[in-house]
């Protein structure tokens, strides 16, 4: 919210040059201005879920209460308003979060044919979606999506995705697993900032070891080598038997087999390592544009985290659930802090130039 000021009476004389209490008048308005702005709860819209109104009611207010806990005004937006409703109440809002969804996107938009163990699509969700994405680039509202919602932000941005993991590593383990596996962050991203200013919180004492699937070895994962470079890949790798090009030699680390230990944040090979839930069975495969890959599951490869690559747009998507471990594990409040925080920002960027304008 912006304060406008009335044009000053016009003076004469001596009188024209303002004193030395209207300057204060004036400064004491700014900061109050200002103190406002840093205090207004950023508008957050999020789209319900998903068209099933139990699994919508029973997810959607994690997402709330995370956005709540980071300082954040939680809009939920329901799938059934028409296009131009729904513009007229995100044109109120600050940012966007996409969450996850147990659909998933068609492939027929990202011009792959349908795999036999995709889930059926939501059209009123993916419609949602768009809309949002379209708003919040137009605006560079700040942009955070999580798990269905990162696949929906690739795919708006011409992306594709790998339609079905085939991995030991069960990605597919669930709500009721807090930690399924790791994921090795790219040291030089935004995330891997965000992350570390929660790196000291405790987690969960669980074990870290990959959640492997039913009928899985039980031999510890193959390490599977990151480069550095492979973080910025515009296409996923193949799950462990096919890792694309040469993945060992000079400038190459290997990440460790999985420690036992679970650690809120962790060196391990080229990146920082932090345990995740997880509960998807999809992922990023050809990264869309304006995106690029910041970490991946260093026991198969795959896309878990994309980030935009425009240092003043905040665009962060992540493969896991957040939402889920805000109670008990600062990294995952860090990264609803940022979006609330980036929206803030925003506010006084936008603030900045009403007032020079």
Request: hydrophobic residues 35%.
């Amino acid at each position: 919210m912006f304060f406008l000021r009335g044009p000053e009476p016009a003076l004469s004389g001596v009188e024209a040059c303002p004193s030395w209490s209207k300057i204060i008048q004036d400064t004491t308005i700014d900061r109050s201005r200002r103190a406002t702005i840093n205090s207004m709860a950023p508008r957050i819209a999020i789209p319900v879920p998903h068209s099933e109104r139990e699994y919508a009611e029973r997810s959607l207010p994690q997402y709330e209460r995370a956005v709540q806990m980071a300082g954040g005004e939680p809009v939920p937006i329901s799938l059934d308003q028409a296009p131009a409703e729904v513009m007229k109440l995100i044109a109120g809002c600050d940012a966007v979060l996409l969450p996850g969804s147990k659909a998933d996107v068609n492939p027929e938009i990202y011009a792959r044919p349908q795999h036999k163990k995709t889930a059926p699509a939501d059209p009123k969700r993916h419609t949602l979606d768009e809309l949002l994405l379209q708003d919040a680039y137009t605006m560079r509202k700040p942009i955070l999506c999580i798990c269905y919602g990162l696949q929906t932000l690739n795919v708006h941005r011409t992306g594709t995705l790998l339609q079905h993991i085939e991995s030991a590593v069960n990605h597919e383990a669930g709500r009721k697993v807090p930690i399924a596996h790791k994921v090795e962050v790219d040291p030089g991203s935004k995330l891997a900032e965000i992350v570390t200013s929660g790196a000291k919180a405790p987690l969960s004492q669980q074990s870290s070891s990959p959640r492997l699937k039913p009928g899985a070895s039980t031999d510890p994962p193959a390490s599977v080598v990151i480069p550095a470079s492979s973080f910025h890949d515009q296409t996923a790798t193949d799950p462990v038997s096919n890792l694309g090009p040469s993945m060992e030699g000079p400038g190459f680390s290997r990440a460790e087999t999985p420690a036992t230990d679970s650690q809120a944040l962790a060196p391990e090979g080229t990146g920082l390592v932090i345990p995740v839930n997880s509960s998807h069975h999809q992922s990023a495969e050809v990264v869309g544009d304006g995106l690029r890959v910041v970490a991946r599951c260093p026991d198969d490869g795959i896309i878990e985290a994309l980030e935009g690559t425009s240092p003043d747009h905040f665009v962060l998507a992540v493969q896991w659930h957040p939402e889920r471990s805000v109670e008990d594990d600062e990294p995952s409040r860090a990264i609803f802090r940022a979006l609330i925080e980036a929206a803030r920002e925003r506010h006084r960027k936008l603030a900045g130039k009403f007032e020079s304008a």
